[in-house]
């Protein structure tokens, strides 16, 4: 498995964001399979992003995720796990990022976050070289967690992985607002990651839509951090094409400088954001967020994958 590492000759992974893709390949092969096989061969990805548990109403009303829900209490899902893994990269060559929660009501006791882990490591041992990093929580304030839980699940799961397999728990809070000064952005991160944490990644989600905080600027924050492991950042949600909080952008230019920001800032991902690879078309409630359904028919997508790809290919 992929060890954290910064190489002579550094190398940031292209990511996509393809979130449903475990419901993708249980009920909507097809569509999953193109959308994979536009991130392999137009994007040039080397990975995909997707969430291992999905469905909830975690933020009252109707739940957005109904659709596209996953059951990890399934008999089944440890099988759904592995298969849609091996099937990304198998049939396209695109590894996995696997981020465990979505929302806290998918795992809202210590008993199902233990369970959760224990799962998602029995699914991911037998293909580990096909997963490149995971991580706990998205977004853990957002989605209702507690550091606590992070450090705990992550432990369990570093425990449960082989050793040095890439575990971040969630994207600091405090850079996503933008407004945090640098001893805040320090705080929380090592706050988050110090000590035991279980951890050995930090996942960004850079500020939108201005990135004042990403990989260049977090990196400089943290020279010196009291961390237990040398810093290893992944950008994990940038703007893009229909990306939400003020992030949505679909101007090639800005997306490639982005990327070229998180390869300067030794960024060891970068994964690339809209709309499509969040809902695939199938958003329950919000019509707006079904404005694409697929990659590649957002406005620009050719462009911004053309200039994607050759900054991959060429760094």
């Given at each position: 498995p992929a060890v954290i590492t910064i190489p002579p000759v550094?190398?940031?992974?292209?990511?996509?964001?393809l979130f449903w893709a475990m419901a993708g390949f249980e009920r909507y092969r097809s569509?999953?399979?193109?959308?994979a096989r536009w991130a392999a061969t137009e994007l040039g990805a080397d990975f995909v992003r997707w969430w291992g548990s999905v469905g909830g109403d975690f933020f009252g009303g109707i739940d957005p995720w109904a659709n596209l829900a996953t059951n990890w209490r399934?008999?089944?899902y440890?099988?759904?796990?592995r298969d849609t893994v091996r099937h990304l990269y198998e049939s396209f060559g695109l590894k996995s990022q696997i981020t465990l929660v979505a929302g806290r009501a998918q795992v809202d006791t210590p008993e199902d976050q233990a369970m959760l882990v224990d799962r998602i490591a029995n699914a991911i041992n037998p293909v580990i070289d096909y997963v490149l990093y995971s991580e706990i929580w998205n977004e853990w304030e957002v989605n209702r967690a507690q550091r606590h839980e992070l450090r705990s699940m992550a432990r369990r799961l570093k425990f449960l992985l082989p050793r040095d397999f890439p575990i971040a728990l969630s994207s600091p809070s405090s850079i996503m607002g933008g407004a945090a000064d640098r001893?805040?952005?320090r705080a929380e991160i090592e706050g988050m990651y110090g000590g035991?944490?279980?951890a050995n990644l930090i996942t960004l989600h850079p500020t939108r839509p201005e990135p004042l905080w990403n990989a260049e600027t977090v990196r400089a924050?943290?020279?010196?951090?009291n961390l237990a492991f040398p810093v290893a950042l992944a950008v994990g949600e940038p703007r893009g094409p229909g990306a939400s909080a003020g992030g949505d952008m679909d101007n090639p230019a800005i997306i490639a400088a982005d990327y070229t920001s998180a390869i300067r800032g030794m960024a060891i991902a970068y994964v690339y954001h809209s709309m499509a690879g969040i809902w695939g078309g199938r958003c329950n409630g919000f019509p707006r967020e079904n404005a694409y359904a697929n990659l590649d028919d957002h406005r620009n997508a050719a462009e911004i994958a053309a200039a994607l790809k050759q900054i991959r290919k060429f760094g």
């Open positions: 550094h190398t940031t992974a292209l990511g996509c964001s569509d999953l399979d193109r959308n399934s008999s089944a440890i099988g759904q796990v001893a805040t952005v035991d944490s279980g924050a943290l020279v010196g951090a």
